[in-house]
């Protein structure tokens, strides 16, 4: 298992999608072409069969009419032709492009690994609802089509509307893709019903709330009789008070709860998972980096280029589990090189130890004293004392 | 590798197939059309009733046949196609792993101010990869307009500027900032004044012989480095030789390198790092380089662990696995107590006994809890008091 593997597979499989529907798309548009022209043939048969000379007009009409229709539908074929063959094509780019990954080349390998990362960004910038970033940084590097930009562009239309109380986009959206919501039991459509009867209520419209109710409350499951049960209780209120019971139906918060479902359900169909690939990455990363020296104020050894030490991620990395070490790794303060074998470790008298190269170094340069570069003090040679690690 | 191949290999097949079904479609509507217009102009011929008759009923039932096969391969073969689009489907989730394993557990981002920081972090890295444009309309986006100011700006908008030109193998800015910062760049030990020198000297000399004079004037911008880089100078006056024909087929056509180039882009990134006090390489691409790295372990043993129902690896106080990041991204030590092997900490220290063999603190009381304040070595005869052990800092 390579990490392609893990990261990859939503890239391949949004297009996927895409070439899914369209293919079912495709099949129904057929299906019609094919049954219209079965129509036209069966009525000039029966024309045929009973023509005389005086129906001769007739009979050339429809014909004529039925090779106007077999030219459309052969342009249309053309069309569809050319939407599937594209959509394949998409696909194979993507698999053209992942394959940099394991290139003999090591420049190709740095630029597959600079455009991860930026795909990584841009997905994250669209989950966010950052879309201005994420469409600039795909134009700057050029990773417009291996991106999913299309997919959230859509969510952000019906966001949108939401966001402005307006439900009827969402619920085309549920009709559209009707068939994979009942796949994956999704309750979205029940849950943009049940908001339109509270808006109903609360404008007081309370014999259209009921209507709408005998409409669109019908075959329900238990839980969601539950909720309708609750909602009805608004409608025993001549007015829509700041009364408790009425406090959690009324609230803005079932808006936002509506978009965030609607996004978890729109992620689910089309294959993307629910967390970003940024977080699950920096997850592993950081958690990877961690050390206890990182968090220690009393005795940390602040490395610069340390990502943990750094102050933006040691406060996203806290409460992240501590890397696992077996053996001691230990590198040197003062010049980061690693303290082993080659590079002995020598204790000074303050208790701070270094390589042997860095007490050379020290040496060369302050006139063959040792100045401890954390504590200043200075040292002679025959006080350091040596350290055995096993 | 071979997740792709086999991939790509359905989606070969896919093309392959829908081209034959089109191509077919395409032919039948064809000759359809074809024959509806002949027997059209047939029958427009006919003005006898009794041949009109036989006529129509002959052809309209031979072409009823050929519309009604067409109709047919149009509709099943379309069908059929199915199969190979679902190949491709399969062939994704047999090759690729789906929802990242179950690694993601809690959300990392949880709060308004954890998102802040990414975001800050984020910036940052768009900075030094000379995104600035993306940066500002981040910025924007997400509210950082506070955080993000013209002055943290500035030195990235130079920065990028410099290396934009060193693309375009054009050294001068380069060179000009050295001189600005000659101080700060011989303070770190940095050699970047003479690389540039060195390059420019070598587009030089592959002007060739009309640029002698030229060549010989710029040589004496290595007389300030004639102590430390002698021997480099020496060998760049020897390629003079080669001045007319050229350095492609002498010994010193290494010069002529591409890698010269990307080494000095990555060098004076470095460097402006260093005098900027910034770290040598972004966090976020050193975060994201280990966790790509990570991953693939990581997701092994969250399978094996949910068939036992550990809980998460991301929720417990440490890792389960040792992830070997490199001695790159080494930053701290660690220190991991041989005898009760737990990672050494503020409030449990490495100490050093008088043999020089070092222990943790927790392990030292350990050993003396006869409370006879004799306690011997673990690793060699050498008998102590707990107190002469000595507390270390690496």
Sequence with gaps: ?????????????????????????????????????????????????????????????????????????????????????????????????????????????????K???????????????????????????????????????????????????????????CIENKSKLKKINS????????????????????LEAVHHARKYFVNLNPDQLVDVQKSMVLLAYVKCS???????????????????????????????????????????GLSALKTPTCYQKVTAVFNHNCPVCNPNFNQIAKPLPFAYCSNSKLIDAYTGEAINEHNQPMMLPNGHVYGYNSLVKLMSENDGKIRCPRSKETFEYGEVQKVFIL | ???????????????????????????????AIDHLVSIINDLTKIESEQTFKLSADDSISMCKEQVRELIKHYSDKHKDLHANISKIGKAIDKNFVADYGNMSHVNLIDT???????????????????????????????????????????????????????KEKDVSPALDWCQINCQELKAINSNLEFKLHRLRFIQLIQQGPKAQLEVLKYSRNFTQFANDCHKEIQRLMGSLIYLNSGLENSPYSCYLGAELWEEIEEEFTKNACKLMDLPVECPLDVCINTGCRALPALVNIVQVMQQT???????KDELPIEIDVGQNYRFHSVFSCPILRQQTTDSNPPMRLICGHVISKDALTKLNNSGKNRIKCPYCPMEQAPGEAKQMLF
């Design chain 1, 1 to 113: 298992m390579d990490d392609m593997k893990i990261i990859e597979h939503s890239t391949l499989k949004v297009p996927y999608e895409h070439l899914n529907k369209l293919y079912r798309n495709v099949h129904k548009t057929i299906d019609r072409d094919c049954s219209s022209i079965n129509q036209s043939m069966n009525q000039i048969d029966k024309l045929a069969k009973s023509a005389d000379l005086g129906q001769k007009s007739e009979l050339l009409a429809s014909l004529s009419s039925l090779v106007e229709k077999l030219h459309q539908v052969k342009k249309r074929s053309i069309e569809m032709r050319n939407q599937e063959k594209d959509l394949i094509e998409i696909l194979k780019k993507r698999v053209n492009n992942l394959k940099d990954h394991s290139s003999s080349d090591l420049t190709t390998r740095k630029l597959f690994f």
């Design chain 1, 115 to 173: 455009n991860r990362l930026d795909r990584i960004l841009i997905d994250y910038f669209l989950r966010n609802s950052y879309y201005l970033s994420a469409e600039s940084l795909a134009e700057k590097a050029h990773l417009k089509q291996m991106t999913n930009i299309d997919v959230f562009l859509i969510e952000k239309e019906i966001c949108e509307s939401l966001e402005s109380r307006e439900t009827q986009r969402c619920l085309n959206w």
């Design chain 1, 187 to 206: 309750n979205l459509e029940f849950t943009l019903r049940q908001q339109e009867f509270i808006e109903l209520v609360r404008e007081q419209k309370c």
């Design chain 1, 242 to 284: 700041d009364s408790l019971c009425n406090q959690e139906l009324l609230s803005d918060s079932r808006w936002t709860y509506l978009i965030g479902l609607f996004k978890q359900e729109n992620y689910k169909i089309n294959q993307i998972p629910e967390q970003s690939a940024l977080e699950t990455i920096l997850q592993s």
């Design chain 2, 1 to 31: 590798m071979d997740s792709l191949v086999a991939v790509e290999k359905e989606i070969d097949k896919a093309l392959d197939l829908f081209e034959n079904f089109y191509d077919g479609v395409d032919q039948n509507l064809n000759k």
């Design chain 2, 112 to 166: 308004v101010e954890k998102k802040m920081h990414l975001n800050e972090a984020i910036c940052e890295h768009l900075l030094r990869s000379g995104h600035l444009e993306v940066c500002d309309t981040l910025v924007e986006e997400a509210g950082l307009v506070k955080k993000i100011d013209e002055d943290k700006k500035r030195p990235f908008v130079q920065m990028n500027y410099i290396l934009n030109k060193l």
């Design chain 2, 309 to 315: 129902q550990c809980g998460h690896i991301l929720s």
